[in-house]
């Protein structure tokens, strides 16, 4: 058995992941044991733990979290436990990772947004992620770069799961309304992008007329709202796999 841990399964993120995990499995004596932490720092600890107590073979931690990353736990397990992170550079000896180039993912979005003429171009992320913290270095870069960084154009929705899109609809309806001059949104994932559209339909701002929106990571769901939300192809059931 190999134990796989995930922070939820209400983004669709994780669950092609999990599915690209479940796929390479099929053709092996493996089977998979999943947990979800729900973003929660000890939780992830705990379901760790109950998985070393079932005896897995390894571990695989999609999007492990920062505090538990920077105490050192995941080294500690991966000195006597095969494991693995996914979606998150490890600097440790003991832990293999699988990720995408998350850096040139951001630069491409922003780009895209810098090249249809949008120089106020607010930044939408979430708590506690590697992934999201280097899209922020990346987009505060890219905004200085420019002369046009400015702090309050950057919007942090907290923890995510299943409340993400409503919550980024009630932070981007606030956003939105104050800053006028706000012509591009670079969101983190395709759930904030989501929520920033449904915050334009509160607001009647049209897009792309009035307002340009770049998403992250080419779940399903981008495929299936009007507009179709343009966003950055991580290929997650690969990533898994």
Not at 51 to 67: K, M
């Amino acid at each position: 058995t190999i134990g796989v841990v995930v922070p939820s399964i209400s983004n669709m993120f994780f669950t092609n992941v999990i599915n690209g995990i479940e796929s390479y499995f099929e053709k092996s004596e493996y089977s998979i044991f999943l947990c979800t932490t729900e973003h929660d720092k000890d939780k992830e600890i705990s379901r760790i733990n109950e998985l070393i107590s079932r005896n897995v073979a390894g571990i695989i931690v999609v999007d492990p979290g920062i505090d538990n990353v920077e105490s050192k736990y995941f080294d500690q397990v991966a000195k006597y436990l095969p494991m693995v992170f996914v979606n998150r550079y490890s600097e440790s000896s003991h832990i293999s990772s699988v990720y995408n180039d998350q850096e040139n993912g951001a630069m491409l979005a922003i780009n895209y947004l810098l090249s249809k003429n949008h120089k106020n171009i607010a930044f939408i992320r979430g708590d506690n992620s590697y992934s999201y913290d280097i899209k922020e270095k990346v987009y505060k870069e890219m905004m200085k770069d420019i002369n046009n960084f400015k702090e309050e154009f950057i919007v942090n929705i907290g923890h995510g799961s299943i409340q993400t899109v409503n919550k980024t609809m009630k932070e981007g309806i606030k956003l939105l309304s104050l800053n006028k001059d706000v012509t591009g949104v670079f969101a983190c994932n395709d759930l904030m992008a989501i929520g920033i559209m449904n915050a334009c339909k509160k607001l009647n701002i049209k897009i792309p007329n009035d307002l340009s929106i770049v998403g992250y990571d080419n779940i399903e769901l981008s495929e299936m709202v009007e507009p179709k939300l343009t966003t950055i192809d991580q290929n997650m059931f690969l990533l898994g796999k």
